[in-house]
């Protein structure tokens, strides 16, 4: 008799603690959850209404993730809603309570243009100009352009690799989260990354440039560039 109700309550133990260790992983599990704070809100612009430590986006928010395009296709959030929490405002990207990295922000249209403003850090692009798609992307515009922004192409490229090799430990965290998720993209895309830009045609004009060692280089301009 003693043995069985050592054995009844060995048995009760032992289910007790097994329930408590699936509680504990499914709580570990769902800490886990990728997020996208905003950290410093806009001082300027008309698109942006969110305060600070808004959440601007959650992982399950997030369809898809190109590598090759850095494009980012929500599900569930328009356009419209993630241009108010974020355009021209400070991100931080969390995994659970751990930071991964923050960006920056960005609305490209005309007031972007006539700024001229070149970034060579994280930044998350809104393409109102490409039918409203959204990037996450390590610089804007690409290294072949900015030229045409009145910046160094090669200096642009140094810094940009730099700030990526800080973040690449979490950097990868976050693509393995997109990964395991089923979000990630890997194929190679015939569209062009998000951070090319595109100007309307009578803003474009063409100069005829020559280099120090003669060579002639041909660069496209916006009218607010000149």
Known sequence: MKSFKFLLIAGFVIVFASCNNEASVKQEESS???????????AYGSYNSADDNTIAFKGSDIKSYNLTTGEMIFTGLTFEQLRSRTANASLSFYLGDK?????????YDSLYIQSRAVIND?????????NERLFLMDGFPSLDWVANFGASEAEAAGVRETNTQKRAAEWKLFIDYLKESGKLIEEPSDSSPGNVPSLP????????????DG???VRRYSSANV
């Open 32 to 42: 886990d959850e990728l997020s996208v704070v905003v950290t410093k809100a806009a």
């Open 99 to 107: 930071k991964l990295f923050e960006s920056s922000s960005i609305g």
């Open 122 to 130: 994280l930044v998350f692009i809104l393409r109102s100009d490409l």
């Open 201 to 212: 045609e009578d803003s474009i004009r063409i100069a005829s440039i020559p280099d120090p």
């Open 215 to 217: 060579t002639i280089t």
